[in-house]
């Protein structure tokens, strides 16, 4: 009866450590495709409760910038301290601390390596989920998901919650190894580049 209860609980052990072992090795796998993302670019379709919008994020060695083209044409670039929004219509911009905004996420996410460190992954079907919850700069509980195709591992989806509100990116028309113009991320309003 000791060596049936001991088998047993070996075959349970050692299912339990290759599941987490998997884990860990599909965390490790997505966290080093984030890294390796430069020169990268894709569309995506932005929801909230509310509103809805359409745009390109192109990530750079250093930087994300992301463009708004409907409803309102809207420029932001972003750095790891200091970021840029730009208005078309209105012919406006500001320089920010992108930690004080909800657009802090598009910098860590492709940017900062470390940032997921701590962060879970799920797995369901053919989709990879790589989550983290923490606090923002205004200690403000968040949580972000974000969804890739298992394989081949593509980039779908991120969706933040902050406390009541969510935003959710789904993206698309993804495009590896772009060449980029000098300025694309520059902290410069657009204006004087054309």
């Known amino acids: 009866m000791k060596k049936y209860i001991f088998s047993i609980f070996i075959i349970i052990f050692l ?5 987490v072992y998997s884990t860990n090795n599909e965390k490790t796998k997505i966290l080093t495709h984030l890294n390796k993302l430069k020169n990268f670019s894709a569309s995506f379709i932005q929801t909230d409760s509310e509103n ?5 994020v192109f990530v750079g060695n250093k930087r994300v910038r992301a463009e708004y083209f409907s409803p309102t044409k809207i420029l932001i670039i972003l750095d790891e301290n200091k970021a840029m929004y730009y ?11 992108p930690k004080n905004t909800n657009a ?6 492709f940017r ?14 053919n989709e990879l989920i790589l989550k983290k919850n923490g606090f923002d700069i205004e200690d403000r509980e968040f949580q972000i998901k974000v969804y890739f195709e298992k394989s081949p591992l593509v980039l779908r989806a991120v969706e933040l919650k902050i406390e009541n ?3 959710k990116l789904s993206i698309y028309n993804h495009n590896y190894n772009e060449e980029f113009d000098k ?12």
């Open 15 to 19: 299912l339990f450590s290759h599941k």
């Open 52 to 56: 809805l919008s359409e745009g390109k």
């Open 87 to 97: 208005n078309y219509e209105l012919e406006e911009d500001e320089f920010f601390n």
């Open 104 to 109: 802090w996420f598009f910098y860590d996410i």
């Open 112 to 125: 900062n390596p470390l940032f997921f460190k701590d962060g879970t992954i799920g797995v369901k079907d």
């Open 165 to 167: 509100e969510v935003l």
């Open 183 to 194: 300025n694309l991320f520059k902290l410069i309003n657009p204006k004087y580049f054309n």
